[in-house]
């Protein structure tokens, strides 16, 4: 049984920091591609960023590039989010994504997640002004 918990939300000031931890079991995690996705009330859910198997290649979402940085590490099964200079546009719940088919086109520099298959149940992320 796979299972997939977020940590590290929490309430912080525009301006802030906070680091999301996503640790991933029952599943090769370093077989796929994982990722990190938002939803705040009344809007639909958003890519925030994703990274290849390895970690060698990550998309961000442009409401969100130079600020955030995701990473990984295949020897604890877990994901993480780096988040700097918040924006109370940033609050919303905060969902980790794992076993998902990464491709990457060697022209464009692109990375592109798809069909994750396992989600946890989210971490609130709120930034007051």
């Known amino acids: 049984q796979v299972q997939v918990v977020e940590s590290g939300g929490g309430l912080v000031q525009a301006g802030g920091s906070l680091r999301l931890s996503c640790t991933v079991s029952?599943?090769?995690?370093?077989?796929?591609?994982a990722g990190w996705f938002r939803q705040a009330p009344g809007k639909e859910r958003e890519e925030v960023a994703c990274?290849?198997?390895?970690?060698?290649?990550?998309y961000y979402a442009d409401s969100v590039k130079g600020r955030f940085t995701i990473s990984r590490d295949n020897t604890k099964n877990t994901l993480y989010l780096q988040m700097n200079s918040l924006k109370p546009d940033d609050t919303a719940m905060y969902y980790c994504?794992?076993?998902?088919?990464?491709?990457?086109?060697?022209?464009?520099?692109?990375?592109?997640?798809?069909?994750?298959?396992?989600w946890g149940q989210g971490t609130q992320v709120t930034v007051s002004s």
């Open positions: 994504a794992a076993g998902g088919a990464g491709y990457y086109n060697e022209y464009t520099a692109i990375l592109k997640c798809t069909d994750f298959d396992y």
């Open positions: 029952g599943l090769t995690f370093d077989d796929y591609a």
């Open positions: 990274i290849s198997w390895s970690g060698g290649a990550a």
